[in-house]
């Protein structure tokens, strides 16, 4: 009686530690984890601002009729030697829904497909 006495004890004592144990654990890892959480929160909300920031530049850039590079607007400049002159040219012709615009050597014009 006394070893049966002896071996429920020694269990209860064994599972009731590990009980705490895990408890505690699981309170420590949720603390932990929320505080990562509120840290990853902040990450999230400082990246937002630096998107937002990066796209009123683009926009701002953008409406100057510039390009922003990351740091400035600037202007490109058209420097492929293989472009022709009326490629470069602002195409400002309307076609119809069933037209192209194409070049006809001289000007750019409509054609049916």
Sequence with gaps: MKLLTTLLLSILFLTGSNSFALDYSAQGGSRLSFDKIKTDIADAEALV???????????????????????????PVEDDPLIQPHGKDDIVLACAENESQYFNGATWACRAY
Excluded: H, K, P, R
């Design 49 to 75: 601002v630096e998107i937002e920031n990066e796209i009123s530049a683009i926009v701002a850039c953008g409406d100057l009729g510039q390009i922003y590079d990351g740091e400035n607007c600037f202007t």
